[in-house]
């Protein structure tokens, strides 16, 4: 009788610790991710493209994206939509520091610093100065908020750090449609996006995605060329054609939005 005691107060309390871990596992919530420019492609997302192999492996060709992923690792870009800060609550000049742009100020859930060199081999778009194109962003994890769009100003060089004072807000994009589902492969929230006219040469787009709902913001950096393009990708596999769509391969702990 003892014994038998005694295995079912052992039971009951491994009963506890289970219920007590469930809970706390409740409580961390669906790990998800979130969202980068797909057209113009970010850094991160044409990275991505680039490294993909068919066994899973992340094997660059692109120099810039190959540096970057020996500095910042896989897990960075397996998660290449996740550029976030979860704290920026709509702020930027005076708050993300310059030359920190690409990574979220640097306070992301993952290291993304290595995208923010200051060298002119980054995967680019080719576009069309004064064109309207599809403004494409993934929509990994769906929120309301406003897209900021900013371009460099002419004369900015892609050697030099990216700096607040490069930038020139050119449209602010509250609830765009989206197509496809959250976390569905290709997803992405789109808009017509007009471009500054009387540009040549090489451009950055950062688009800043303010989130109504909570403090959380997402960080962007789209490397282009205005050169009479439209929309072709160069420096990545496969490259002269347009943005293909991508296979997201997320990690499996990333970070819970708060």
Known sequence: MAR???????AAAFATLLAALGLTLLGQGRAEAHGV???PGSRTYLCYLDAQTSTGALDPTNPACKDALAKSGATALYNWFAVLDSNAGGRGAGYVPDGTLCSAGD???YDFSAYN?????WP???LTSGATIQAQYSNWAAHPGDFRVYVTKAGWSPTAQLRWSDLELIQTVTNPPQVGSPGANGGHYYWDLKLPSGRSGDALVFIQWVRSDSQENFF??????F???HGEVTGIRGQGSSTPTPTPTPTPTPTPTP
């Open 107 to 109: 306070r992301s859930p």
């Open 220 to 225: 962007s950096c789209s490397d282009v060329v």
């Open 227 to 229: 050169d009479g393009g």
């Open 117 to 121: 060199a200051a060298r002119a081999d």
């Open 124 to 126: 680019r778009t080719h």
């Open 37 to 39: 420019a797909m057209l």
């Open 4 to 10: 038998r005691s005694r295995l079912l107060s052992v």
